[in-house]
T-cell receptor, first 112, second 114 residues
Framework: DTEVTQTPKHLVMGMTNKKSLKCEQH?????MYWYKQKAKKPPELMFV???????INESVPSRFSPECPNSSLLNLHLHALQPEDSALYLC???????????FGSGTRLTVV | GENVEQHPSTLSVQEGDSAVIKCTYS??????FPWYKQELGKRPQLIID?????GEKKDQRIAVTLNKTAKHFSLHITETQPEDSAVYFC?????????????FGKGTSLLVTP
């Protein structure tokens, strides 16, 4: 299995909702990443997990809460989001000693 | 932190011509430089990458060159085809035991006209 699987593919949520994005990989990768991509912009790094521990937080607002329950799963919990948080959220994974990671197909999030 | 600049922002070529996209980076510790292609509504896809111990890498019609001294790297696409039309992103990373966090350029929108 060489895929990174993200669910859901699309999500519409209100500003008072709580939702979660899920990411799964079975390639044995021990580094996992969340990126945010706005339209016509490059992906921006949000979080990096290494060996299930948060290693990088790019000053992301606390309304985004990442979680890595095991080496195959990565979640992004969302709460009290703003309309400007609408974007494509991309998950990726890699070996910790080797780059060339693959992105998942993303979750397209719309906050209304 | 790392700053990656990418030029041009848009590029239009005739089918069969070559296309060149250039990037510069600021952090001399960066050691990994991938290029991603992103079609409309899809995920970025890795098309080629290069590490700092290599000056050039080629894969069929695509090549990447790296000049560590000048801190710039370039993507070369030869014999372009309409299906090469997409947004191309360069990125730089210095890697660590924590993985490879990528810093992306702003992207180049490539249009290949038949």
């Amino acid at each position: 299995d060489t895929e990174v699987t993200q669910t859901p593919k699309h999500l519409v949520m209100g500003m008072t909702n709580k939702k979660s994005l899920k990411c799964e990989q079975h390639m044995g990768h021990r580094a996992m990443y969340w990126y945010k991509q706005k339209a016509k912009k490059p992906p921006e790094l949000m979080f990096v997990y290494s060996y299930e521990k948060l290693s990088i937080n790019e000053s992301v607002p606390s309304r985004f809460s990442p979680e890595c329950p095991n080496s195959s799963l990565l979640n992004l919990h969302l709460h009290a989001l703003q309309p400007e948080d609408s974007a494509l959220y991309l998950c990726a994974s890699s070996r910790t000693d080797q780059a060339g990671y693959t992105f998942g197909s993303g979750t397209r999030l719309t906050v209304v | 932190g790392e700053n990656v600049e990418q030029h041009p922002s848009t590029l239009s070529v005739q089918e069969g011509d070559s296309a060149v996209i250039k990037c510069t980076y600021s952090d001399s510790a960066s050691n990994y430089f991938p290029w991603y292609k992103q079609e409309l509504g899809k995920r970025p896809q890795l098309i080629i990458d290069i590490r700092s111990n290599v000056g050039e890498k080629k894969d069929q019609r695509i090549a990447v060159t790296l000049n560590k001294t000048a801190k710039h790297f370039s993507l070369h696409i030869t014999e372009t085809q309409p299906e090469d039309s997409a947004v191309y992103f360069c990125a730089a990373s210095k890697g660590s035991n924590s993985g490879y966090a990528l810093n992306f350029g702003k992207g180049t929108s490539l249009l290949v006209t038949p």
